[in-house]
């Protein structure tokens, strides 16, 4: 065995707009595929199957994906580490999972029960986190630190655009099936200037560690004792996409059952809200990302940019008019923007291990991921006490609030 495998070398050399771009644009497919469904789809699925228990269907239907997600996106992410094929350790697994997602976009297309609508997502969960896993391990595979809160910014500026595209498609498209195809078509065309311009780094069979799955399976825990700062890092972006699943989950139900909107309005409402949220996350997440790497500093544009997205939380809180909601979304999405941008480059520079990336951001996608099963449990418990929407997004915003305070405590960056 090597003493460093070249896979495994933290990268020095800057990327081309060249790379950032194919990595965007396969990153615009992969968000479109889990948002478009997650904001509309699903709901007006759900809503169609079972007018009266909309609210558990939905909560069902997510909360189940979203436990597949939670699983299967750090095992993909060990098992790619692992991979030793020549075209490289990421890229099957993103042909792969590209498969089988259109494979399930087209069995929710036809989805017309509930255990159907289960399945079909867990699979489109399952294939989306498959290369979700493989294209984030490319970051601290190929970028240098002094370059990752910018390509952080221009990731954060293509999930941005694939969370419009879904909203959008899903707007725009005459019926529910037509939006799922819709989706796998977008999924297809956006992965392939990735895979035809590979550029993938490969792991040799000589360097593959041993595998046991006793091991395997323990490596997965990463002690907060011998590594801290990534439990923090993990901890705060936890709790912040706590805040922002409660957001987004009940998103067309708040603005029907809280702005007053009427069916078709509120659809088209989840849209433009998302399309503002776009136009303004794309200036913050650019000048977030460069300006965190010009300085060399990551926490104070982290805490600041959280802060602001909670107050926004609060101020929808309060929300009944379609003009106060615009500009609640207008201020999550100046703090959201920097804040993912600048919290996933500081993320890459605390993993444990450069030789298991995909499957450490595996693990922090897990933070990702959980939120989206516990949102619906909390907005369940909060509104089926009758308390209501502004309760359950004061408690989102106190939420967002603490993840973005106790980022003090991550020690070995500034």
Not at 112 to 131: G, S, Y
Not at 254 to 260: M, R
Not at 282 to 299: E, F, H, L, N, Q
Not at 366 to 383: G, H, S, T
Request: no cysteine; net charge neutral.
């Amino acid at each position: 065995m090597s003493a460093t495998p070249i896979s495994t070398v933290e990268p020095t050399t800057r990327v081309s707009p060249v790379w950032v771009l194919w990595l965007s644009i396969i990153s615009i497919g992969v968000w479109s595929g889990f948002f478009g469904p997650i904001q509309v789809l699903l709901a007006q699925q759900a809503e169609a199957i079972s007018p009266d228990h909309k609210e558990a269907v939905l909560s069902l239907v997510t909360g189940v994906g979203a436990l597949v997600s939670t699983v299967l996106n750090p095992l993909w992410g060990a098992f790619s580490d692992r991979t030793t094929l020549r075209v490289g350790r990421r890229v099957p697994w993103v042909l792969g999972g590209l498969a089988a997602a259109v494979a399930a976009m087209v069995l929710l297309s036809v989805a017309n029960a509930v255990w159907q609508m289960v399945l079909a997502w867990a699979l489109a969960q399952a294939a989306l986190n498959a290369m979700l896993a493989a294209i984030t391990a490319t970051v601290p595979d190929q970028v240098p630190v002094v370059q990752r809160g910018a390509v952080g910014g221009w990731l954060a500026i293509a999930q941005t655009f694939g969370v419009v595209a879904g909203s959008g498609i899903a707007a725009a498209t005459g019926s529910i099936a037509a939006g799922y195809l819709t989706i796998a078509g977008v999924l297809v065309l956006s992965a392939l200037p990735y895979l035809l311009d590979n550029r993938d780094l490969s792991l040799a069979v000589a360097d593959r560690p041993d595998f046991a799955w006793g091991p395997f399976l323990r490596s997965f825990w990463i002690s907060p004792r011998e590594h801290p700062d990534f439990a923090w890092a993990w901890l705060t972006r936890f709790l912040m996409n706590l805040g922002n699943a409660i957001l987004l989950l009940y998103l067309l139900y708040y603005l029907k059952d809280s702005i007053g909107l009427d069916d078709d309005a509120a659809e088209n409402g989840v849209f433009w809200l998302t399309l503002l949220y776009g136009v303004v996350t794309i200036v913050t997440a650019v000048i977030g990302g460069y300006w965190s790497d010009r300085t060399g500093r990551r926490k104070p544009f982290v805490i600041g940019s959280g802060l602001i997205a909670a107050s926004a939380l609060a101020l929808l809180a309060f929300a009944d008019t379609w003009a106060l909601a615009i500009i609640g979304a207008t201020i999550l999405a100046i703090g959201f923007g920097a804040y993912t941008a600048v919290d996933f480059a500081m993320i890459t520079q605390v993993l444990p291990s450069d030789a298991d990336r995909a499957k450490d951001l595996g693990v922090i996608n897990i933070a990702n991921a959980l939120p989206q099963v516990l949102a619906p449990v909390v907005a369940a418990a909060v509104l089926g006490l009758g308390l209501g929407y502004a309760s359950l997004y004061l408690l989102a915003a106190a939420v967002s609030a603490l993840g973005s305070v106790l980022v003090v405590r991550i020690r070995s960056l500034r």
